[in-house]
C-alpha cells in the first residue's frame, strides 16, 4: 500500500505562483508514474501532468506548470506559476505502479492523495 501526503496549496493571487508537494510512502517510488490532477466545484477530475522518464501536460497548463520529483525523498512537486482564477481546483497526486500508455487517465492509476486545495483570486 502507498500512501500519498500532498502539501502546499492556498490562496494566492492571479499571476502567482504555488509549489505543490507529494510525498509518498514505500521503497519502489522511483518505479512509479506519479501524475497531479484536479477536480474543480461541478466539473469532472481532469489531468494536470505526469512524469515517468519524460513529463506530460495537459495544454492549458503548458509553459506554467512544471512537473518534477526528488526520488531520494519520495516526493513529487507541481510548480506552477502564472497562475490563473481557472487553475483553481483540489489538486490531487496519484501514483501508477510501473508505466501506462494512457497516462493522462485517472482510471489508470493506483493510488491518490487526499488532495489540497488552490485558489486564484482575479
Known amino acids: 500500500q502507498v500512501q500519498l501526503v500532498e502539501s502546499g496549496g492556498g490562496l494566492v493571487p492571479a499571476g502567482g505562483s504555488l509549489r505543490l508537494s507529494c510525498v509518498a510512502s514505500g521503497r519502489s517510488f522511483s518505479s512509479y508514474t506519479m501524475g497531479w490532477f484536479r477536480q474543480a466545484p461541478g466539473k469532472e477530475r481532469e489531468f494536470v501532468a505526469a512524469?515517468?522518464?519524460?513529463?506530460y501536460y495537459r495544454d492549458s497548463v503548458k509553459g506554467r506548470f512544471t512537473i518534477s520529483r526528488d526520488n531520494a525523498k519520495n516526493t513529487v512537486y507541481l510548480q506552477m506559476n502564472s497562475l490563473k482564477p481557472e487553475d483553481t481546483a483540489v489538486y490531487y497526486c496519484?501514483?501508477?505502479?510501473?508505466?501506462?500508455?494512457?497516462?493522462?487517465?485517472?482510471?489508470?492509476?493506483?493510488?491518490w492523495g487526499q488532495g489540497t486545495q488552490v485558489t486564484v483570486s482575479s
Open positions: 496519484a501514483a501508477k505502479v510501473g508505466w501506462t500508455t494512457r497516462i493522462s487517465k485517472d482510471s489508470e492509476y493506483d493510488y
Open positions: 512524469l515517468r522518464g519524460s513529463t
